[in-house]
């Protein structure tokens, strides 16, 4: 198992214990109320990922062999979503970013929450997420 | 009276349970739901009667086409029309749209002018756009004022003798504003200039007549009249009809085909190149029937009722903000709560169970002049109740006091 879906296990583990809805999404919109390391000179169409009824902006800086991700969106709610992402990803080497499976969204049972251009969003937040691992795993060859 | 219990028993996908809860349509302005009687003239239709129209000389195509030519009958006298000819279907408003944007091009020359106001729908914006780079026309643009009503004086100034069609929506999808037609229609006379009306949003929610409003050309879907997607009206004058040319061609549009040289069929033939969507057709003739036996003038009572008591309840909300404050409104609450973002509330409704559409229903640019990134929309239909609005109230309360 990699290291992305130890803590995707984690998550998936931490979010059954909720019985409801109302539980979770009021979880995901604490997590979207805290502070985020992310620097606003990112706010630019360049980092805005495409498909998202919020807006969402993403980078990714290179930390020795790890890579962080930062990102921010103007809704809570996905706010929340991106720092469950981040949790996942940062931090992480791009060989396992880029090997891991991705079923924790499946698990913690957002998707059926989430309508389908609201899932294509996260589908290419993720993708972005991926395309950063690659970028750095060519440019350290 | 509205007899509320038959309507309502004719509408059995409002049982759908959502998250455990009652589904709370609130998104007619995309799409209104389809009663019994017209999905069952769908069912009927494929079942008993399946077959091409004005072609074939069978019992089976010749039932088709008959009732097909009694649903533009039935549309010609719904909206106040004069000839059978003057009704064309289409695909939708979007294709209507399209349609006239397209054939009226051999009437625009480079200088003349195409006049749009900014509340209106991608639909009656992008068309036009097209109609301007082909021909050389300017589009121009008419302003909409802070209540969100067309600026009157902004619209006679931008009038002028270049100024050839004017393409305006009756109702705005968005703000609700129901515009003042017929006004609109006697300024754009003065100059001779062809008036256009997007009646996409108007056409279920009050009487519409196209001779008294004096248009030339009005449109509209019947999937926002509780008819089926993939189907919808053009209305155009017969003299100007006449003088367009052919949309697309292909089968049905013809009178006689060689290859030196096609002519036309008569209207309104000449628009309708190919197999139509005849069950659909059909099918909104069956709508049409179902409106106009609860009456439109009843349907606008209640639904004016319905967004006064939904206006009442939302003043009590501090933290509302309404987008669209006209006095002359339809059925539709665009709106935001302060501070929120309309995706947070969207989605937490959709899990209570109700449906709204949230961003920027396709007037992007209006949007973007009042600064707005997207709105919530609520938006009404016969089956809506005021206990529904106050349901919506609620989980609009609990939505924000999650999220603040
Ligand atoms: C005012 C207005 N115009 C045009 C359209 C486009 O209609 P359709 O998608 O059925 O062609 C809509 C529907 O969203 C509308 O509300």
Same mark, same amino acid.
């Given at each position: 198992m990699t290291s992305v879906e130890k803590t995707q296990n984690e998550i998936v583990e931490e979010l059954s214990l909720f019985t409801d809805w109302i539980e979770k999404y009021e979880y995901l919109i604490e997590l979207g109320k805290d502070e985020i390391d992310f620097? #606003?000179?990112?706010? #630019?169409d360049e980092f805005l990922i495409n498909g998202c009824q919020s807006k969402v902006w993403l980078y990714a800086k290179q930390n020795n062999s790890k890579v962080t991700f930062h990102a921010y969106s103007d809704a809570i709610m996905t706010k929340g979503i991106i720092a469950l992402l981040i949790k996942v990803f940062s931090n992480q080497s791009p060989d396992d970013i880029i090997n891991s499976k991705l079923d924790f969204i499946d698990k913690i049972g957002l998707k059926s929450h989430l309508s389908a251009t609201r899932a294509n969003g996260l589908m290419s937040m993720i993708k972005q997420i991926k395309i950063y691992a690659i970028g750095f795993k060519e440019k350290n060859g | 009276m509205i007899d509320f219990e038959k309507i309502i028993s004719s509408f059995p996908i409002l049982d759908v349970k959502v998250n455990d809860n009652k589904l709370v349509y609130f998104d007619n302005a995309a799409t209104t739901q389809t009663p019994t009687q017209v999905t069952n003239s769908i069912r009927d239709y494929f079942n008993k009667q399946n077959s091409n129209i004005h072609r074939g000389v069978h019992y089976l195509s010749n039932i088709s086409t008959e009732d097909f030519e009694q649903s533009r009958k039935k549309v010609k006298e719904f909206i106040g029309a004069e000839k059978d000819e003057e009704i064309v279907f289409t695909k939708g408003t979007t294709d209507s749209i399209n349609l006239v944007a397209t054939s009226y091009q051999k009437f625009l020359n480079p200088g003349d002018e195409i006049l749009i106001s900014e509340m209106e729908h991608h639909s009656n914006i992008v068309p036009w756009q097209l109609c301007a780079e082909k021909t050389g026309a300017k589009l121009k643009v008419v302003s909409v004022t802070k209540e969100g009503e067309i600026d009157m004086d902004h619209l006679e100034k931008l009038l002028n003798e270049k100024t050839k069609i004017l393409s305006i929506t009756h109702i705005s999808n968005t703000l609700g504003t129901i515009n003042p037609i017929s006004e609109i229609t006697k300024l754009a006379r003065k100059f001779d200039a062809k008036v256009f009306i997007d009646g996409a949003q108007a056409i279920a929610h009050q009487k519409v007549n196209v001779t008294e409003l004096d248009v030339d050309f009005y449109c509209f879907s019947a999937h926002k009249l509780y008819g089926p997607t993939g189907v919808g009206v053009l209305y155009g004058k017969e003299e100007i009809l006449e003088k367009l040319p052919p949309y697309q061609g292909g089968?049905?549009?013809?009178e006689l085909v060689t290859f030196e040289k096609t002519t036309y069929a008569k209207l309104p033939s000449k628009f309708e190149a190919g197999t139509p969507n005849i069950s659909g057709v059909i099918a909104l003739g069956r709508a049409i029937e179902f409106i106009e036996e609860i009456n439109l003038d009843l349907i606008f009572e209640y639904e004016a009722m319905l967004l006064n008591h939904y206006n009442e309840k939302s003043t009590i909300l501090e933290y509302y903000e309404p987008f669209g404050t006209s006095l002359n409104k339809s059925a539709i609450a665009s709106f935001n709560l302060k501070k929120a973002h309309h995706y947070d509330i969207g989605v937490l409704l959709d899990n209570m169970g109700i449906a709204v559409r949230t961003g920027h229903h396709c007037t992007q640019p209006l949007h973007k002049k009042f600064n707005l990134s997207g709105t919530i929309r609520a938006s009404f239909g016969i089956y809506n109740t005021k206990s529904e609005i106050d349901y919506f109230f609620d989980c609009l309360s609990r939505a924000y006091k999650m999220l603040y």
């Open positions: 620097d #606003k000179r990112f706010m #630019k | 089968g049905e549009m013809i």
